[in-house]
């Protein structure tokens, strides 16, 4: 079945170094793939996302590529701020049927301090 | 534009009782999405309606339970609650009639004590 697996937190960075946080995913078709961010005490927002392969998205500094070959959707960052520290989602959108259905991964925590 | 509202957003129950949490989606959203979020779950889909038919259901027991109104604004409802349903509850909308880029609100948190 269709799957997402993110890499498990916490990751905490010092302020200005470069973010790596690993999605990779199981699906048959070609799936949507989405970031989601969540700051403390608030719900989650779309960061960034890819619908096709190879295709690149981008936001407030943050990257992710749609890899087919490694079935990959890493996020990376090349400097991270302190205001960066949130929970991310990376998330899997596909057809079933008549219907769209959305799987998350687990979410990453990551602490940036000063 | 507002974005997504939730009420309320702090809730403590007692077990066996039951709860209304309700989600007013931003104007013109259509689609309306609800979840469960704990931290060893994740996030968990609970049901998404679409002009207030229930479109997808997510594998919760049937004391979970949702309708969707005329207007869009959506309310989930849990009975006989039970610990284990303390959680985050988020409503998500999104524009057409399918999941896309979703707009979540700030959840709503339920204690079961």
């Known amino acids: 079945g269709n799957s997402v697996t993110q890499m498990e937190g916490p990751v905490t960075l010092s302020e200005e170094a470069f973010l790596t946080i690993n999605c990779t995913y199981t699906a048959t078709g070609y799936p949507s793939l989405f970031w989601y961010v969540q700051y403390p005490g608030e719900g989650l927002q779309l960061l960034l996302k890819?619908?096709?392969a190879d295709d690149k998205g981008s936001n407030k500094g943050f990257e992710a590529t749609y890899r087919k070959e490694t079935t990959s959707f890493h996020l990376e960052k090349g400097s991270v701020q302190v205001s960066d520290s949130a929970v991310y989602f990376c998330a899997l959108l596909y057809n079933a049927g008549n219907n769209r259905k959305l799987i998350w991964g687990l979410g990453t925590s990551l602490a940036v301090n000063p | 534009k507002a974005g997504v509202t939730q009420t309320p957003r702090y809730l403590i129950k007692t077990r066996g009782q039951q709860v209304t949490l309700s989600c007013s989606p931003i104007?013109?959203?259509?689609?309306v999405s609800w979840y469960q979020q704990t931290p060893g779950q994740g996030l968990q889909f609970l049901f998404e309606y679409f002009s207030e038919t229930q479109r997808n259901k997510g594998n919760f027991p049937g004391r979970f339970s949702g309708r969707q109104f005329s207007n869009s604004r959506s309310e989930m409802n849990v009975s006989t609650l039970e610990l284990g349903d303390s959680a985050l509850y988020l409503c998500?909308?999104?524009?057409?009639?399918?999941?896309?880029?979703?707009?979540f609100g700030p959840g709503t948190r339920l204690t079961v004590t």
């Open positions: 104007s013109g959203h259509r689609s």
């Open positions: 890819a619908t096709k």
């Open positions: 998500a909308s999104s524009l057409g009639t399918s999941i896309d880029e979703q707009y």
